[in-house]
């Protein structure tokens, strides 16, 4: 993982243009239509993105880490928004069988416990994705929101070090 550049923009987009078409061809929604934004998002400072590179494929993981300052106030109260936080959002991978979102997950824990921050926290508005969340990588839900009339689903867990984070980041261990 490293911080992304602009130059990554390019790399960013496919990505999520790659993971809205798997999407889409399982019926679970689409997000082509945000990949120019999502990719322009790179090497801006009021978008800490990272990137997961791979040595021959290039760019196939971002996420956005942002502080407790963005948690929205309609789905953190005023108490869990003052811890300390670090807050996941727009993560894409691109489709693999590597489970490379819940490397990305494990690495933003583990990066957060370095930084001496209680939690890692996360939304998203599919039903089915908040259960992934929770069962295969051990979030819990921490309520379900309403954002413009549709459910946000509202996800927490413990920062802490990963053990061998490392050897899982150099594929070494998957």
């Given amino acids: 993982m490293r911080e992304a550049t602009a130059a990554d923009a390019g790399a960013i987009a496919d990505m999520v243009r790659a993971r809205s078409a798997w999407l889409s061809v399982r019926g679970l929604g689409e997000c082509a239509d945000m990949a120019e934004e999502y990719g322009s ?13 791979h040595e021959s494929d290039g760019v196939v ?11 929205p106030p309609w789905g953190f109260t005023e108490e869990e928004r003052a811890e300390s936080t670090l807050f996941l959002a727009t993560t894409f ?10 490397l990305i997950a494990w690495w933003s824990l583990d990066h957060a416990a370095q930084q001496g921050l209680r939690r890692v926290r996360r939304g998203t508005g599919q039903e089915q994705l908040s ?3 929770q069962e295969a990588q ?13 459910k946000v689903f509202m996800l927490q867990r413990e920062a802490e070090r990963v053990p061998g984070i490392a050897d899982m980041m150099a594929g070494r261990d998957l």
Wanted: net charge positive; charged share 20%; hydrophobic share 35%.
């Fill in 41 to 53: 998002q790179a090497g801006n400072p009021a978008f800490p993105v990272w990137v997961l590179e």
């Fill in 61 to 71: 993981g971002c996420t956005t880490h942002f502080g407790n300052e963005a948690l």
């Fill in 93 to 102: 991978t691109r489709p693999n069988p590597h489970r490379l979102g819940r």
């Fill in 131 to 133: 259960r992934y969340y």
């Fill in 138 to 150: 051990g979030w819990d839900l921490v309520r379900v929101a309403e954002r413009h009339g549709a």
